[in-house]
């Protein structure tokens, strides 16, 4: 069974970081891309990154360039996402999604872990 | 400001149809396939549609997708109490470089 599973979330004061994980599992995690996409509480969904599946490529979204990093370890079949200079509207919760075409099909989604961003 | 537009809510009744829009522009929705996702209360979101009108195994057929020019269109036959839900599109927009998503529809069945 395809599965992702996320953790790191939790409460962060303004201006710190956080390490969100997504351990992978059921599938060839080297062959895939994979996303992040956050929702904030009571919003929409909003796209934050997206990583090759050979890690070559990565793409974010403008709200969190220069701020965030996509990596992903294939050793662990883990994705992660390095989330620095947080802000107030970072608020949300993060699913990590893989992609079973391009990268707008994100056909399996984590269950999500929520990251609070406040003093 | 999403850079898909949706309408925010649309209703119906048990058995209806309904159909929900999503308006973008060329770099995205124009020269580019859309998705669909159902997200359930509480839950996160599922495929409901990709390359614009094809289903994932176990979507059933009362799920259609279509798109034109620079808009695409869900539709969602027999409506059930079940498919409460917020649906949103999805796209890459390649001016961008990234994915974009429509701001949401919160479908009510009466």
Known sequence: ?119 | QSVLTQPPSVSAAPGQKVTISCSGSSSNIGNNYVSWYQQLPGTAPKLLIYDNNKRPSGIPDRFSGSKSGTSATLGITGLQTGDEADYYCGTWDSSLSGVVFGGGTKLTVL
């Open chain 1, 1 to 119: 069974e395809v599965q992702l599973l996320e953790s790191g979330g939790g409460l962060v004061q303004p201006g710190g970081s956080l390490r969100l994980s997504c351990a992978a599992s059921g599938f060839t995690f080297s062959s895939f891309a994979m996303t992040w996409v956050r929702q904030a509480p009571g919003k929409g969904l909003e796209w934050v990154s997206a990583i090759s599946g050979s890690g070559a490529s990565t793409y974010y979204a403008d709200s969190v360039k220069g701020r965030f990093t996509i990596s992903r370890d294939y050793s662990k079949n883990t994705l992660y996402l390095q989330m620095n200079s947080l802000r107030a509207e970072d608020t949300a919760v993060y699913y990590c999604a893989k992609p079973g075409g391009d990268y707008t099909v994100m056909d399996v989604w984590g269950q999500g872990t929520t990251v609070t961003v406040s003093s």
